[in-house]
């Protein structure tokens, strides 16, 4: 099967990987994107050849969250509509953190907004240690609604907070040692470590890894419908609001929103 936004081999080991291929939008997650992430997390999830999944990425940015446009027709769309896409992106996040299979993220570049929430939703994640990352809705009058379960399940609320409030841009040793990264390595060094990370799951009996995931999922934060419900209808709403309107307006203008000072010498 042929996709439009993203590109999926599987090797003889078992090994797929399920490439971001928007590279010259640095990957931002389109609407075209969020249906194509949905089916490939379900068939590779139903699929016993596959082992392990590698989520990576072309072009120089790993994932820069949602695609703008797809944003702004939120904005300019009725109630039910925005429901409607609200849930879709919040159904894929849940595709593929229910996938009972290891799911390594290859971060090479640049992930912000949606494209930490993929992170939290992979079981590990490596990055090259020119990475870049940030939480950025609050900086275009949106929250971080549906990835919100993952990075709270992953870091902690304490580590949460600040990062959703602030959308301050963090390096890639800060990303780690809060939780987000499992390794941070050279740029030249990212293939060998995935495939470091890969290799012990190659080792061990498929369904009881599954099983494992399915597990540790169950014993920690509980992600339930209900609480998807809940983000999906924090996203719709906010999608409503003045601030989202100017954020996301003021970014398509290339200009500040009103609400951006200039810093302050210290």
Not at 13 to 24: F, I
Not at 61 to 66: I, L, P, R, W
Not at 114 to 131: P, T, W
Request: with cysteine.
């Amino acid at each position: 099967m042929t996709y439009e936004t993203i590109r999926v081999a599987v090797d003889g080991k078992g090994v797929a990987t399920l490439t971001l291929a928007r590279p010259e939008k640095h990957n931002a997650l389109s609407g075209t994107m969020i249906s194509e992430l949905t089916t490939v997390a379900r068939l590779l999830g139903a699929d016993a050849a596959v082992r392990v999944v590698v989520l990576s990425a072309e072009g120089a940015s790993f994932c820069a969250g949602g695609d703008l446009g797809w944003m702004k027709a939120q904005i300019e769309a009725d109630r039910a509509a925005r429901m409607k896409e609200a849930k879709r992106l919040a159904l894929m996040f849940k595709a593929l953190n229910d996938l009972e299979k290891p799911v390594i993220a290859r971060v090479q570049g640049n992930s912000f907004g949606g494209g930490v929430g993929l992170l939290c939703v992979a079981d590990v994640a490596v990055a090259a240690d020119i990475a870049k990352f940030g939480l950025t809705e609050t900086r275009l009058g949106l929250i971080p609604a549906t990835i919100s379960p993952y990075v709270v399940a992953r870091i902690g609320e304490g580590q949460t907070r600040p990062l959703f409030m602030s959308g301050r841009i963090f390096d890639a040793e800060t990303a780690r040692v809060a939780g987000l990264l499992t390794r941070v390595v050279p740029s030249g060094d990212l293939d060998a470590a995935v495939e470091a990370e890969i290799e012990p799951y190659l080792q061990v009996a498929p369904g009881a890894a599954g099983q494992s995931k399915a597990l540790a999922r169950s014993l920690g934060m509980p992600i339930t419908d209900d609480v998807i419900e809940a983000t999906i209808e924090r996203l719709a709403d906010v999608w409503e609001t003045d601030e989202a309107r100017e954020g996301i307006s003021a970014f398509l203008e290339k200009r500040d929103p009103w609400w951006r000072k200039p810093a302050q010498p210290l």
